[in-house]
């Protein structure tokens, strides 16, 4: 079945180590995306990749970074993590030629802890 | 993109339908309306999605008054496995070459037997 792979699903860190997280698809979308939620928040979007174009929300730390090496690859780079970077991070994609940007799919998300 | 507005908590018994409303009052002319569904410690999941009137599919039903300035999700025959947060949105409309979508506080919906 056509997916959203997110590995790990559970990463532990310590602070200030850098961490990357891993997002893959087979659906072939254009559009990738890097979401942060926190306990009992709604998912706050990062950034995204619409192919090779980047667009980074204007809110979004420097802290994080993010790499998309081909259509199927994205990756979340966090440089410097602390304590108040544990979250769920949720990578999504969709397909604005076929159904548009509003239907996103997503993976099961990895949960991040900073010790 | 405009801001949306839904009940914080919502209880409800399995076998009833849930009506869930949420306020857009400043939604644009072209933007469309879109539902998730999200359970604990899962990705969000698409439910539905409209413009105007309404909109059915297996899931849930979508119903959007000619204003446009607020929608109501309905799921019927609710069972305890549709317990989740509901979230409302805003996005561009289909075709278009630039979006995102913004969740809003959400709304946790608890079923009970």
């Known amino acids: ?115 | 993109l405009a801001k949306t507005t839904q009940p914080i908590s919502m209880d409800s018994y399995e076998g009833q339908e849930v009506n869930i409303t949420c306020s857009h009052n400043n939604i644009a002319t072209n933007d469309y309306i879109t539902w998730y569904q999200q359970f604990p410690s899962q990705g969000p999941r698409f439910i539905i999605q409209g413009y105007k009137t309404k909109v059915t599919n297996e899931v849930a039903s979508l119903f959007i008054p000619a204003d446009r300035k607020s929608s109501t999700l309905s799921l019927p025959r609710v069972s305890l496995s549709d317990t989740a947060v509901y979230y409302c949105l805003v996005g561009p409309p289909p075709g278009s070459n630039t979006g995102k979508l913004i969740f809003g506080q959400g709304t946790t919906l608890q079923v009970k037997p």
């Open chain 1, 1 to 115: 079945d056509a997916m959203v792979i997110q590995n790990p699903r559970y990463q532990v860190t310590q602070f200030g180590k850098p961490v990357t997280l891993s997002c893959s698809q087979t659906l072939n979308h254009n559009v990738m995306y890097w979401y942060q939620q926190k306990s009992s928040q709604a998912p706050k979007l990062l950034f995204h990749y619409y192919d090779k174009d980047f667009n980074n929300e204007a809110d979004t730390p420097d802290n994080f970074q993010s790499r998309r090496p081909n259509t199927s690859f994205c990756f979340l780079d966090i440089r410097s993590p602390g304590l108040g970077d544990a979250a769920m991070y949720l990578c999504a994609t969709s397909n604005p030629g076929q159904t548009g940007f509003n239907e996103q799919f997503f993976g099961p998300g990895t949960r991040l802890t900073v010790l």
